[in-house]
């Protein structure tokens, strides 16, 4: 099966986050075909990472989700691009990290693994199993894969993901001062945290706030009494502060509960490798058992999670060469006992 045929394949299994055992089965079974040995960790009933090796202990593992955000498109492509949810976040990526898996084994060099994890689009539940798999302690680096244009990615700003609850009190909607808006709450503290000055980083830029879900009430012609947002911000400083600040514009007005959080990511820089800072949050923060992590990956982050979902059929193919290059200077590294000039930015 070729890169874009396998492509194709991936993306027309059906792979919404929570439901992944399409995929997980597909891939366990297709790398099986080529001759990896295959774990499938268990994260919980029904979700299970995908871990292939070829020898006892890979020094270099490529990782990515097989998980995709809602709804599920169809594959579709052209001359120029393959279509379809998950083209380039992130099962454009998983084909060319495995034909890049496959052209290394094709020049005998065996210590590589492939890591493939549920969840990442949630709250990266896979990674979190994962970074407890005993395999990780021979795993120096982590080549981890998200849409990145092919660049290296030296940061990832972090996240932090919340729900906030307001409580209200029910009443005919004719006689409102029977009752108490918990929607009118909701909508208030959201406009305070909208006005909040967030950190700003000159390296990782403005912190910013997404309102993602809201939802409350029963029906027209009833005061609600219960309502609820959830929302993520990108952090370009540790999550405490901004913790702080959220907590203060939230006051005693409605409570809130922390879904996942994670700081600013540093990742590895190597010369002879564009390289760039990203927006996004990755599994990296919560595969710290790992080894070093690098970030990168064909496709673009503006086409990620959209109805016109594509990769280029051209940056695949130098995807594989970039994975291929990217693991001969990682394993030279590792031979030389920690010579040459890696640094972190």
Known sequence: MNLFTL????????????????????????????????????????????????????????????????PHIKSGED????????????KGIIAAQIEAAQRLRGEGINDIGLLFTVDEEAGSAGARVANSHPIAKSCEYLINGEPTDNKLATGSKGSLRMRIKA??????????????????????????????????????????????????????????????????IRLVTPATPVKEMLEHAI?????????????????????????????????IPYLTSWGTPLLIGPGSIFDAHTDHERIAKKEMTDAVDLYVRLVHTLIAHAARNGGGSFRKE
């Not at 503290?189 to 910013?208: A, K, M």
Request: charged fraction near 20%; proline fraction near 4%.
């Open 167 to 232: 409580q209200g009190r029910a009443a005919h909607s004719a006689y409102p001062e029977n009752g108490h808006s918990a929607i009118d709450i909701l909508l208030d503290v959201l406009s305070d945290i909208r006005q909040s000055d967030w950190p700003v980083n000159d390296n990782f830029g403005n912190t910013t706030c997404n309102i993602g879900t809201i939802n409350g009430g029963t029906r027209a012609n009833v005061i609600p009494a219960e309502a609820e947002a959830e929302l993520q």
């Open 79 to 90: 001359d120029n691009y393959i279509y379809g949810r998950g083209a380039c976040d992130a």
């Open 7 to 70: 492509t194709r394949e991936l993306i027309d299994i059906p792979s919404l986050t929570g439901a992944e055992m399409g995929i997980w089965n597909f891939l366990a079974d297709h790398l099986e075909s080529l001759g990896y040995r295959v774990d499938l960790q268990d994260v919980e009933e029904g979700r299970a990472n995908v871990i292939a090796t070829t020898t006892n202990h890979p020094i270099v593992f490529f990782s990515t989700h097989m998980d995709t955000v809602p």
């Open 251 to 283: 006051g005693d007005r409605a409570q809130v509960e922390y879904l996942s959080e994670n700081d600013p990511q540093h990742m590895l820089a190597l010369d002879g490798f564009e390289s760039c800072v990203v927006r996004f949050t990755t599994d």
